[in-house]
Each structure stands twice: as structure tokens, then as C-alpha cells.
T-cell receptor, first 112, second 117 residues
Framework: ELKVEQNPLFLSMQEGKNYTIYCNYS?????LYWYRQDPGKSLESLFV?????AVKQEGRLMASLDTKARLSTLHITAAVHDLSATYFC????????????FGKGTLLTVNP | NAGVTQTPKFQVLKTGQSMTLQCAQD?????MYWYRQDPGMGLRLIYY???????DKGEVPNGYNVSRLNKREFSLRLESAAPSQTSVYFC????????????????FGSGTRLTVV
């Protein structure tokens, strides 16, 4: 059974600080996805990571993938209030017929 | 706008009632999915369809049925609603399927908030 574990599940940080969200998964996969969800809204795609060593950046967010360690990170640089949301990682290994399995999500609150 | 359209957005059912959640995508995607989201549980897969005419169970299929009506549409039916089915339901689609992964990711609909009383 594929397990996707995110930590921390809750993160409260001050504006201007840096932090990293971790996503560990239990099986081989070359594809990992990060999503953002605002309260009461749908999931918005942030990053699609398709190979070992992939790194993508958008604004204050940077995601990376280490398939050997089965680990992805989402790094937040100089956080601002607008980044407050829930962040999900998700994996779809080949053997699962390309079904996404999600982590439980990280609720990020950025305080002034 | 291109994307995944779900209807209805909100629904209240009485225990034992039935209803169908509708989903349509206009991106010519092969695969479609139904997920439910509950607090603290992330998103869990109910059913998926890798191509028109095929459907398969996900992690939490009990109490649900699905129909892949054509390439665009994938509906989710609750035959006899129970309070445990109170949740937010998301439909999604991707180009994945038959040996091809979702290199462009998965697109989600806006969700259906269902309450069963």
C-alpha cells in the first residue's frame, strides 16, 4: 500500500521567515505533484516534478524531488501572508495505474 | 474556460435519498477520478476511469457507483445516502492512462459540498 506522509501537518510562521515542508512516500515513483488549496476552494496545481533531481520555482516557493530518498520538499522563502493555505503533495506511481495518492496536507498560516 | 466542471456545488440530502454528482471535462483527457475530502484525511480516491468504458474502484468505493458516459463525462451516484458520506467531493481528470503518466498533472473541479442529515 502506498503511503504519502507530509510533515509538518500544521505550520505557523512569521512573515519574512523561511521554512520547508517535507513529503515522504513509500514506493518508487518518478512523478510527484504539489497542490495548494485555499479554504473552501478547489486544488490548484503548483508544481509537477517528473524526474529525480527535478527542481522548480515559482515566486517564493521552490519544490524538489529526490526519487532515491523518496522525498520531495517544498521550500518557502521570506513568507508572506498570501501564502497561507493548505499544501498537498501527491504521488502517482506507474504500478497504481496512474492514480494519485495524497498526503494529508500541511496547513500553513503566515502571521504578520 | 477549459477545465473540469462539477454540478451541483452544494447539496443537502436526507439519509436514504439518492443523487448523482455530475462531472465533465473539455480537455480531451483519458482518465477521470472522483475523490472525497474529509478534515484531516487529505483526499481519498473513490473511483476512477482510465478510459471511456472502463471504471475501477479506489480506496473508498463502498456506497458509491460511477458511470463513464463518454470521454467527457464521469458521474458519481449515491444510491442510499448515509451521514458518513457527508464530505466535499472533487472530480479530476488527467491525460494519464494505458502506459502513460500524467506529465501535465491533474486538473480538479471546483467541488461539491454534500451534507447528509
Amino acid at each position: 500500500e502506498l503511503k504519502v506522509e507530509q510533515n509538518p501537518l500544521f505550520l505557523s510562521m512569521q512573515e519574512g521567515k523561511n521554512y520547508t515542508i517535507y513529503c515522504n512516500y513509500s514506493t518508487t515513483s518518478d512523478r510527484l505533484y504539489w497542490y495548494r488549496q485555499d479554504p473552501g476552494k478547489s486544488l490548484e496545481s503548483l508544481f509537477v516534478l517528473l524526474s529525480n533531481g527535478a527542481v522548480k520555482q515559482e515566486g517564493r516557493l521552490m519544490a524538489s524531488l529526490d526519487t532515491k530518498a523518496r522525498l520531495s520538499t517544498l521550500h518557502i522563502t521570506a513568507a508572506v501572508h498570501d501564502l497561507s493555505a493548505t499544501y498537498f503533495c501527491a504521488v502517482d506511481p506507474d504500478w497504481s495505474n496512474y492514480k494519485l495518492t495524497f498526503g494529508k496536507g500541511t496547513l500553513l498560516t503566515v502571521n504578520p | 474556460n477549459a477545465g473540469v466542471t462539477q454540478t451541483p456545488k452544494f447539496q443537502v440530502l436526507k439519509t436514504g435519498q439518492s443523487m448523482t454528482l455530475q462531472c465533465a471535462q473539455d480537455m480531451n483527457h483519458n482518465s477521470m477520478y472522483w475523490y472525497r475530502q474529509d478534515p484531516g484525511m487529505g483526499l481519498r480516491l473513490i473511483y476512477y476511469s482510465a478510459s471511456e468504458g472502463t471504471t475501477d474502484k479506489g480506496e473508498v468505493p463502498n456506497g458509491y457507483n460511477v458511470s463513464r458516459l463518454n470521454k467527457r463525462e464521469f458521474s458519481l451516484r449515491l444510491e442510499s445516502a448515509a451521514p458518513s458520506q457527508t464530505s466535499v467531493y472533487f472530480c479530476a481528470s488527467s491525460e494519464a492512462g494505458h502506459g502513460r503518466g500524467a506529465n501535465y498533472g491533474y486538473t480538479f473541479g471546483s467541488g461539491t459540498r454534500l451534507t447528509v442529515v
